[in-house]
């Protein structure tokens, strides 16, 4: 099986529904399976009922190779915090850490303990980092203090979270009020499947340079589905920015990024096309 470094994902090709992305929960091991937890959504899209109900062992599913927008970085020391089911990248890293040695703590947010995937395995000693539980029963007033967890690591730590929207959104508003941080996030889901029209929604024009195709992007549009439109067989899956399938070099033009999978350093190269547009009235040539 392909190499992965912790924060890795895989595409599960689900029959008759398509790619799902799951964290892989293991640190990789030449000699292990690929391990990978799936909470079950009943009013979902449909993929972890089919997982659910499907899958049993000796059966056999389509998965991609390993992918990562959220690799581990060396650093003084790492703090995870996760929540809900984005516990599970952060459990790779958390085990990489400790494995190598290197100084961290992992901060897990949930309703109850019944809630907590891998629960009993995370009450284990550790040698080199710690796990503490916030469980706030569902009472967002005995939830975890961000600021105060974050004021209170070293300067040049690096912050890993996963989770709901706003506890990655909370995380991003201390960490930039505070400073002195390294900031990381991964989106374990989709976030509003019809967010409000932005300012910047404006009419531009995308421009192919292999292909030659050129299309007008319409307020309310996404570059994804009009390249479909036009007959280009762009890779793509949750098309809501945050399974990273859809990426594309871009080499010129001023482009607006919503998505959740691309670093600021690889924002500088690629857009992810299902949900990036660009400035009003201009050009955005990618690399298709």
Do not use: K
Request: with cysteine.
């Amino acid at each position: 099986m392909p190499l992965y470094e912790p924060g890795a994902h895989i595409d599960v090709h689900v029959p008759g529904i398509g790619a799902r992305q799951y964290s892989l929960v293991r640190p990789y091991l030449a000699d292990e399976p690929y391990v990978i937890a799936v909470q079950m959504v009943p009013d979902g899209r449909g993929g972890s009922r089919w997982i659910h109900e499907h899958l049993h062992v000796g059966a056999t599913v389509e998965i991609g190779a390993p992918r990562n927008h959220f690799a581990l970085q060396p650093g003084p020391r790492t703090l995870l915090i996760a929540g809900g089911i984005g516990l599970t990248p952060l459990i790779c890293m958390a085990d990489a850490c400790e494995r190598a040695g290197r100084a961290y703590d992992l901060v897990v947010c949930s309703r109850t303990e019944a809630n907590v995937v891998y629960f009993a395995e995370l009450l284990a000693p550790r040698s080199h980092g710690q796990v503490q539980f916030v469980l706030d029963g569902g009472d967002p007033s005995r939830g975890l203090d961000i600021p105060s967890l974050l004021r209170a690591q070293p300067p040049g730590t690096r912050v890993y979270c996963c989770g709901p929207p706003g506890l990655m959104a909370a995380v991003r508003a201390a960490g930039a009020e505070i400073g002195g941080l390294s900031l990381h996030f991964e989106a374990f889901g989709a976030g509003p499947s019809s967010p409000a029209p932005a300012p910047d929604d404006a009419p531009f024009t995308v421009a192919c340079a292999q292909s030659g195709l050129t299309v007008e992007i319409a307020p309310g549009e996404t570059i994804l589905d009009r390249l479909l439109a036009a007959g280009l067989d762009a890779d793509h899956s949750c098309r809501e920015g945050y399974c990273g399938t859809c990426v594309t070099r871009w080499l010129s033009g001023a482009p607006i990024h919503r998505d959740t999978c691309l670093s600021e350093v690889e924002r500088s190269r690629y857009v992810a096309v299902c949900t990036a547009r660009a400035e009003a009235h201009s050009t955005l040539v990618l690399d298709l």
